[in-house]
């Protein structure tokens, strides 16, 4: 995946969540950007792309996050971080997941390397969203 890819993905999420819910304080203005701690983590477990709570409203992305992931991959990690966020700092692994996926109406998979996706129905529900978003 390639910058403006990830640019593209991150602001067709971010614009569903606002169509959700577009008072919701937890995800409004939330950005993305490199992390170096991020890339340090990454090198230290290999499915370690992405966290939140580093930077207030930040989802911090590790270069391998930026380079290596599919865009299925990256919208899963971005729906998974967004769900710690909605969760809470304390919130487990499986919380995030239950927190995005109830917020976002999708359904975070994880392939055989435990890295976490959205099916292709699910990034177009979120694309959905984020049109009618566009449109208001």
């Known amino acids: 995946m390639r910058g403006h890819e990830a640019d593209a993905n991150f602001d067709i999420i971010t614009d569903a969540a606002a169509r959700i819910d577009p008072k919701n304080r937890k995800l409004t203005g939330v950005i993305y950007q490199w992390c170096h701690l991020c890339d340090e983590e990454h090198r230290a477990s290999d499915r370690q792309f992405m966290h ?9 992305v590790s270069s391998s996050g930026l380079c290596r992931l ?5 919208c899963g990690l971005v729906c998974h971080e967004l ?12 919380r995030a997941d239950q ?8 359904k975070i998979r994880y392939d ?5 996706y959205l099916t292709i129905e699910d990034m177009l529900r979120l694309v959905k969203l984020a049109e009618q978003y566009w449109d208001q």
């Open 112 to 116: 055989k390397k435990r890295i976490q």
């Open 52 to 60: 939140v709570f580093h930077h207030p409203k930040v989802v911090c």
């Open 99 to 106: 927190a995005a996926e109830a917020f976002f109406r999708v």
């Open 70 to 74: 599919s865009s299925h991959q990256f």
């Open 83 to 94: 769900g710690h966020m909605l969760a809470g700092k304390r919130a487990s692994e499986e």
